[in-house]
Structures are given as C-alpha cells and as structure tokens.
C-alpha cells in the first residue's frame, strides 16, 4: 500500500522569501515521487520528479526537492518566492508498475506582495 | 500535437440525468486513467486502462463506467448522476504501466443538481 501525506493544507509566503511545502510518503516497494502544480482553473503540470537517481532533484520554476528515505519526506522548496508562484500542490508518490498514482491532499501556497 | 485533451471543459447535470465524459490523447500511450478531484483529497482515481481493451476499478468506481474505445480514447460514463458526483474529472495518460510520467488534460467541471 502506499500513500502520501502533505503535512500543511495552505502555506502563505511573502514574495522573495524561501518557499517549503512539506511532504512524507509511505509506500511498500521503492516509490517515485513526484510534485504536480495546479494553478486556478488549469491542469496539473509536472514540476518534477524522483525516480531512483540522485536524491536532490531539480524542476522547472526554481523548485527542487530532496528525497530521504530516513524520513519518507520528499519536501519542495524554492529559494525565493514570485507572485506566479502561487497556486495548488500536489505531492504523489507511485510504485513502478503499480495500478495509479497516490495523491496527497494538495497545499494551497499564497504569496503576498 | 495536443496531448490530453477533453471534452466537454463544463457541465451540468440534474440528478439521475447521465452523460459521457470524452478523452483523447495524441501521444500513442498504452495506459489512461480518469481521476475525480474534491477539495482536500486530492485525485482518486476512478477507472483506468493499461493497455487498449481492458478496464480495470480505481479507488473509486462507484457510479460510473468506462469504455476504452480505441487506442486513443477513453471515456467515462455516469449513468444516473448525483450530487456527490459534483467534482472535477481529469483524465491522464501515460506511455505504458511501467513509465513514471503521466500526462494530464485540463479538466471537465461537472455539477450536479
């Protein structure tokens, strides 16, 4: 079984400042985890993904994100906030020829002016 | 080259009314999958299919059916929808059971009276 557990429901920055969007997964075999982006009224877009190769792993945008099995985290960060930032977050985590793909529930990131 | 798309973007329903929900890919991918979103739970998959010619249950599938008609399409049917059928449905590809990245559209917003 696995499944994915997003540890804030909405999370306000200021623009300019550190972006943290906390994630921690359970799964029984070793999982690929990836982040999706959903901005209002659009599709989930891909932002990037931990498939088994290095444990840091950079997406598009300025994210990253630091696999640790120690933990079972895979939080996303960005070193500085911007205003397009702000939208809906998706942390899902799947096991390699496993039937779909297990949502968190989304964290909604604010950024103020 | 359109990816995943969907159709229609909106829709309302008055309980017990059905409709097909349509979906097509472009990119010669094996596996599709329909997803509804609720706010604060993420996607939960509905139905999917890994390859042409077979269906399988999601976490979900109550209420609905799904019919993979060609390699291309896969739809989704409510029969007699109700409100708790209210929900964003997405629809997703991938290229087979064992790719990690997996595509979606945009989207179709149902609600149901």
């Known amino acids: 079984a696995q499944s994915v557990t997003q540890l804030d429901s909405h999370v306000s920055v200021s623009e300019g400042t550190p972006v943290l969007l906390r994630c921690n997964y359970s799964?029984?075999?070793?999982?690929?985890l990836f982040w999706y982006v959903q901005h209002p009224n659009k599709g989930l877009q891909l932002l990037l993904k931990?498939?088994?190769?290095?444990?840091l792993v950079k997406g598009i945008n300025g994210f990253e994100a630091e696999f640790k099995k120690s933990e079972t985290s895979f939080h996303l960060t960005k070193p500085s906030a911007h205003m397009s930032d702000a939208a809906e977050y998706f942390c899902?985590?799947?096991?390699?020829?496993?039937?779909?793909?297990?949502f968190g529930a989304g964290t909604r990131l604010t950024v103020k002016p | 080259n359109a990816g995943v798309t969907q159709t229609p973007k909106f829709q309302v329903l008055k309980t017990g009314q059905s409709m097909t929900l349509q979906c097509a890919q472009d990119?010669?991918?094996?596996?599709m999958y329909w997803y509804r979103q609720d706010p604060g739970m993420g996607l939960r998959l509905i139905y999917y299919?890994?390859?042409?010619?077979?269906?399988d249950k999601g976490e979900v599938p109550n209420g609905y059916n799904v019919s993979r008609l060609n390699k291309r399409e896969f739809s989704l049917r409510l029969e007699s929808a109700a409100p708790s059928q209210t929900s964003v449905y997405f629809c997703?590809?991938?290229?087979?059971?064992?790719?990690?990245?997996?595509?979606f559209g945009p989207g179709t917003r149902l609600l149901v009276l």
């Open positions: 997703a590809s991938r290229s087979g059971p064992r790719v990690e990245t997996q595509y």
């Open positions: 799964s029984s075999y070793s999982p690929s």
């Open positions: 299919s890994a390859s042409e010619g077979t269906t």
């Open positions: 931990y498939t088994s190769a290095a444990t």
């Open positions: 899902v985590v799947w096991s390699k020829g496993g039937n779909d793909m297990r």
């Open positions: 990119m010669n991918h094996n596996s």
